[in-house]
């Protein structure tokens, strides 16, 4: 890891107080911080309005059943539950975890158990939820050897946080170094993998995903035949009542296929499953449909 006395230059300053602003937050007892990230994510719902927009245009897109009255309100619970995401991000890097384990109910764990007796590792399929972080470090506390793959950040002092943060409770590996990845599942670690962003058109397929067309890259189905390793899908969500959280995990019926168009299909259904138990909770900021067959139908160009 890199030293953080080199992030020194007044480009950082910014960055470093919103750090310091996250340290803070990690102190902050549960009930206090869930109220804490309601309020900055009801803030961002004000203040970022290109946020708001995209928002808006993936809840128009993916829940057509919804009025105009409960689509507005269901984005503000988007922006609320992301807000309070920051916070749950915060207590994964920098808090006592375990104070939250009896907050936490686990379900089917056993299949991980399974999966792992094979000897071939396992690939974790997540999604980008507003529980991202603190997800992986309360499916860590049940002990098992956790690999998380991400994408690198574009602010490097960012990058060293994100990972740092996140070798508290996983092996964090940038999702291009392939060989390390194949190492991990060779010697049975369990492989996180999010590939539920619009990447572009490299190595993608076009599939449905909430009924919509979504450029899915194919990674997950070459990671699945590099070392034969069995997949299962984490769902996280953090309870209606505030209670805590459910962790669980599923089979992704038919998967692998053999035809990596089909896999993407499978692999978007599971993720879509997982984030209608709790829709408020995905990163629905996100341009997830950006890319198209034609791109005269971007959905977000603002006309």
């Given amino acids: 890891m890199a030293k953080l006395t ?142 998380s793959m991400y994408r690198r950040h574009n602010n490097p002092l960012m990058e060293e946080i994100i990972c740092r943060g996140r070798s508290s409770w996983s092996d964090p590996i940038e999702r291009k170094q392939l060989r390390q990845i194949v190492r991990k599942l060779r010697n049975n670690h369990i492989v996180w993998y999010g590939p539920d962003q619009d990447f572009g058109r490299k190595n993608a397929v076009f599939v449905p995903f909430f009924k919509q067309t979504a450029a899915t890259i194919t990674a997950t189905s070459k990671m699945v035949r590099l070392n034969d390793s069995p997949i299962l899908c984490l769902r996280q969500r953090r309870n209606d009542d505030d209670s805590g959280y459910t962790i669980s995990v599923a089979p992704i019926e038919g998967f692998p296929s053999g035809d990596e168009t089909e896999d993407a299909r499978l692999m978007n259904l599971a993720i879509e499953q997982a984030v209608r138990q709790a829709p408020s909770q995905y990163m629905w900021v996100h341009r997830r449909f950006k890319t198209q067959p034609d791109q005269q139908l971007n959905p977000y160009q603002q006309r």
């Fill in 6 to 147: 080199q992030f020194t230059a007044p480009r950082y300053w910014l960055t470093w107080l919103g750090i310091a602003l996250l340290r803070l937050i990690a102190f902050l007892p549960f009930k206090p911080g869930l109220a804490l990230g309601r309020f900055i994510g009801i803030s961002l719902y004000h203040l970022l309005p290109k946020r708001r927009y995209i928002a808006e245009v993936n809840t128009t897109l993916c829940f057509p059943e919804l009025n105009k009255d409960q689509q507005k309100q269901f984005v503000k619970k988007v922006f609320a539950d992301n807000g309070i995401g920051v916070v749950e991000t915060a207590w994964a890097f920098w808090s006592n975890k375990k104070s939250l384990l009896n907050k936490t109910t686990y379900v089917d764990l056993k299949l991980i158990d399974q999966a792992l007796e094979q000897g071939k590792g396992l690939i974790l399929l997540g999604g980008h939820y507003s529980t991202l972080d603190l997800g992986g470090a309360l499916f860590s506390l049940k002990g098992y050897p956790l690999v």
